[in-house]
């Protein structure tokens, strides 16, 4: 069964920073997706990036991107630049191309804190 | 413009009530879900359904009950609530159920029971 793993349940950061968040996963399988949602202290969860497996690029969106090691398994998030709004639970997810399988596995999830 | 809308937010209800939460999407999506997020912020699929059929039904208490009267619309029924249940439940929608589509969630519902 595939697991996710983030290794640090919070991490801090001066504002304007850069701060990377790990995720690494377990699967026997090679083709898959990886995603990074957030959720602000008001509850909603936000897609923040995506990431094919069979993409060797990693995927950027703005100030947000992902260092995608597939054979390490591991799928870590950079936040560039970082704002007070960023501040935030951040869950790493994973999900299986085969149609089989419908589930997300989450992560236990990483708060992050922007200092001012 | 709400794409994925809970009904109510905040839930305060005593023991051994039956109570419902309802979801409903406008993004004309395929597949719903919900979601249990206890107080360590862990999220555990309890449900899925897709055009209306259940597809994923993980170990959840027989006293929860999914019912999806079309395919915008996702409920969910709660029997003889008990102390456990207290949890942010989240509903999520995706376009299908292939792998690299989002998942848009509501914005939770906060169930507390005294």
């Known amino acids: 069964a595939q697991t996710v793993t983030q290794s640090q349940p919070e991490m801090s950061v001066q504002e304007a920073e850069t701060v990377t968040l790990s995720c690494t996963y377990d699967?026997?399988?090679?083709?898959?997706?990886l995603f990074w949602y957030k959720q602000p202290p008001s509850r909603q969860m936000i897609l923040v990036i995506r990431?094919?497996?069979?993409k060797q690029q990693n995927a950027t969106e703005n100030r947000f991107s992902v260092n995608f090691q597939k054979a390490a398994k591991s799928f870590s998030l950079k936040i560039s630049d970082s704002q007070l709004g960023d501040a935030a639970m951040y869950f790493c997810?994973?999900?299986?191309?085969?149609?089989?399988?419908?589930?997300?596995?989450w992560g236990a999830g990483t708060k992050l804190i922007i200092k001012p | 413009d709400t794409a994925v809308s809970q009904t109510p937010k905040y839930l305060v209800t005593q023991m051994g009530n039956d109570k419902s939460i309802k979801c409903e999407q406008n993004?004309?999506?395929?597949?719903m879900y919900w979601y249990k997020q206890d107080s360590k912020k862990f999220l555990k699929i309890m449900f899925s359904?897709?055009?209306?059929?259940?597809?994923i039904n993980e170990t959840v208490p027989n006293r929860f009950s999914p019912k999806s009267p079309d395919k915008a619309h996702l409920n969910l029924h709660i029997n003889s609530l008990e102390l456990g249940d207290s949890a942010v439940y989240f509903c999520?929608?995706?376009?299908?159920?292939?792998?690299?589509?989002?998942?848009?969630f509501g914005p939770g519902t906060r169930l507390t029971v005294l």
């Open positions: 699967t026997s399988e090679s083709d898959y997706y």
């Open positions: 993004l004309g999506h395929d597949t």
């Open positions: 990431q094919e497996a069979y």
């Open positions: 997810a994973y999900r299986s191309a085969y149609l089989a399988d419908y589930q997300l596995i």
């Open positions: 359904y897709n055009n209306k059929e259940l597809i």
């Open positions: 999520a929608s995706s376009r299908d159920t292939s792998g690299r589509e989002e998942q848009f």
